[in-house]
T-cell receptor
């Protein structure tokens, strides 16, 4: 079963809007939470990542919010652009370095 | 940044044949490489973890005799799909991890561009 639950499955946002994707996990052994962006026919690329000792991390238009007590984390894409249209995966890594991926969110940014 | 390549990028083969996919870390030494499989519109599913010079560790439900993995050097891992069948058609992606000391704990994985396998 999926150890990292991701929602929504898809979302449509207008150019300039905010895209928000949420993830939740149960395994408290997870200690590294990356987000990946994947375009059709390509491998996933690391977008931004956070450790559990930090509640928020921002890199450009991308922000991760992390709630350790709730075991939830989210990705915010500010000022969404058509080039951001892609599938986004949250993930979590255990102490063995294995990545557990969420189901993915297909984001479409309309002009 | 760390670059991982895969070859070929796509391959079409007949049912019953074997196909080899190469994964190379171009500018760093990867002590651990991971192989994933991705079906259309789905997430990545880990197939196996390989460490240089040792046998791969397969995830539950993955047939190790069908998906042969070799990690012969710190920059090359190969996945061979033996006696391929149409249900093996998928997008295969590798990733490579760098080592921090004696463990890959806290280290990132760098993904290759993927290989599209179609079995007729």
């Amino acid at each position: 079963q999926q150890q990292v639950k991701q929602s929504p499955q898809s979302l449509i946002v207008q150019k300039g809007g905010i895209s928000i994707i949420n993830c939740a996990y149960e395994n408290t052994a997870f200690d590294y939470f990356p987000w990946y962006q994947q375009f059709p026919g390509k491998g996933p690329a690391l977008l931004i990542a956070i450790r559990p000792d930090v509640s928020e991390k921002k890199e450009g238009r991308f922000t991760i919010s992390f709630n350790k007590s709730a075991k939830q984390f989210s990705l915010h894409i500010m000022d969404s652009q058509p080039g951001d249209s892609a599938t986004y995966f949250c993930a979590a890594t255990d102490s063995w370095g294995k990545l557990q991926f969420g189901a993915g969110t297909q984001v479409v940014v309309t002009p | 940044g760390a670059v991982v390549s895969q070859h070929p990028s796509w391959v079409i083969c007949k049912s019953g044949t074997s196909v080899k996919i190469e994964c190379r870390s171009l500018d760093f030494q990867a002590t651990t490489m991971f192989w994933y499989r991705q079906f259309p519109k789905q997430s990545l599913m880990l197939m196996a973890t390989s460490n240089e010079g040792s046998k791969a560790t397969y995830e539950q439900g993955v047939e190790k005799d069908k998906f042969l993995i070799n990690h012969a050097s710190l920059t090359l891992s190969t996945l061979t799909v033996t006696s391929a069948h149409p249900e093996d058609s998928s997008f295969y992606i590798c990733s490579a991890g760098t080592s921090g000391g004696s463990s890959i704990y806290y280290d990132e994985q760098f993904f290759g561009p993927g290989t599209r396998l179609t079995v007729l």
